[in-house]
């Protein structure tokens, strides 16, 4: 009998510990999508400045940079529209945790994407 009181006791440490990884990697992934959400609002004005350079002297490089811009962009709003915090509710707390580290790699590789895309176009000078 008390074996199985222990191994209660350690099931029902391991789904708290479970929910609370859960809950720090929920917070991760929404604190990192609301760090690149403003990104897209340069990516836009970048975008827009490149724009009016696009037929001059260095057009190829320019169509290149705006080019780049536009996979990031693309990039962020693909990974908005796939992701559902809704669906969250739904989920056994083990596939929450494993959405959510996969939504977390996927919103770290966008944030190199989106910051190696909007340095290159912010050191570009005609």
Not at 7 to 23: D, M
Not at 111 to 119: E, F, H, R, V, Y
Request: charged share 30%; with cysteine.
């Amino acid at each position: 009998m008390k074996k199985l009181v222990a191994f209660c006791l350690l099931l029902v440490g391991c789904s708290q510990a479970e929910e609370k990884i859960s809950e720090e990697l929920q917070t991760k992934v929404l604190e990192l999508h609301d760090v690149l959400m403003p990104k897209t609002e340069q990516i836009v004005s970048l975008k827009s400045k490149l724009d009016s350079l696009s037929t001059g002297a260095d057009s190829t490089h320019v169509r290149k940079l705006i080019s780049s811009l536009d996979k990031a962009d693309k990039s962020m709003m693909d990974w908005m529209h796939q992701f559902s915090i809704d669906s969250l509710e739904k989920m056994d707390v083990g596939t929450k945790v494993i959405y959510l580290k996969k939504q977390y790699t996927q919103l770290t590789d966008l944030q190199k994407l989106t910051d190696s895309t909007l340095n290159a176009a912010q050191k570009y000078r005609p």
